[in-house]
């Protein structure tokens, strides 16, 4: 009888336990894992930003597109690619490929992840199904799972649009621009508050919110209105009357707003808030430039109230897009007249948004048909948006 030498012993006791733990790992019994859980613990966000490729160019852009032009964030494909499209897996040898979106589609069904076959086998508990393998250690993690939740959920399209643009777009201007220091409703009313103009208050009506400049350490206090209800009545009031004026600034003359957002009306300088969609949609179509300028405007002749409020919305010299993108200048929609410098400040200067998320915004405004084509476009298509280093301008 052949003797088996102590090297082969070891080498078919190895191959041995090799086998035994593939069999098991890969049994086809479609047992549970004990103590696993692969399900996905996030929820369905819209304001999550989720496409299937990682840049996407906005539209309009420059003729070469500049910075502020391309969309970037971590997208579907990469995803996939990483967890299960690599060159030695399905994107590779391994059927089914996952290295194209036709191919990905097979195991999609738009607007509906639990119908998904693609996002079964990333949260099932199955260890038939479950992909990446469980025994791989290559789990992808819940922001990874999120991203593709929402893509799935939101139509899972190639290029996103305007119902990929819009919420990712209002949650970054809420964010970044409405804290209690900038453009917020409780420090806008709390000005008014403060100067008098909302009548008597008591102490559980407002509040006192003190700010420190991060780099000058100058300390600030902003009085803000806490009461929910007086706050809802009097934003809600002021925005009515915005909007009535604008109207018909003949027929609703009476409307013309008298509470203004800054000086002198305030105790200090107070922003527009930006906190909400409706919020930041009045201060597109009527600029803070317009509804609250610095100067009187015009007097009532019977009752001797002045106003700093301008009748005509198209002679602002300020737009949300122009406040966020360094990269334009804005002519006033009224007159054609381009501003020599950018006013790019509130990216940078308040909210710090980087290139992607400017681009973002971008993309939301163009694409958004509630956003009115003169503050898009200008009077008749002549433009209001110019590149700084090309000098093109944005037209329809």
Known sequence: MKKVSAIQTVVLFVCGVFLATTVFQCTKSGDIVKGLDRSFTGSADSTVYASFYESNTVSPSDLIPDVNDIIKFRGVKTVIHEYCGTSNCHGGPIAPKFDTYAE?????????????KLWEFITTNDFDKAMPPVASNHELNTS?????????????????????????????IADGCGS??????????????????????????????????????AVTLYCQVSNQTLLNQVWGSYKDSVKRFYADTLANASFRPWKILTTPRSSQSTRGPLQTYDDILMDIMYPKTVRSGSSVVYTNPVTLTQY??????????????????ST??????FTGVFATSHQGDMAYGDGGLKPHEVALIKAWYFADPNVPDVWKYGISNAGIFKYRKTGNIIRR
């Open 104 to 116: 990905i589609m097979k195991y999609v069904t738009p607007g509906n992840p639990q119908a998904s």
């Open 144 to 172: 990874d799972k999120g991203l593709i939740y929402n893509w799935i959920l939101n139509g899972a399209k190639e290029r996103p649009n305007l119902a990929d643009f819009r919420p990712a777009a209002i949650r970054l």
């Open 180 to 217: 209690a220091n900038c453009h917020n409703q409780a420090t806008a009313t709390g000005g008014w508050a403060r100067k008098g103009l909302l009548g008597p208050l008591t102490t559980a009506d407002t509040t006192t919110f003190t700010y420190i400049n991060p780099l000058t350490g």
């Open 308 to 325: 700093y409020v301008r009748g005509n919305p198209l002679l602002g010299n300020s737009s949300m897009v122009s406040r966020v993108d």
């Open 328 to 333: 334009l200048l804005l002519a006033v929609p």
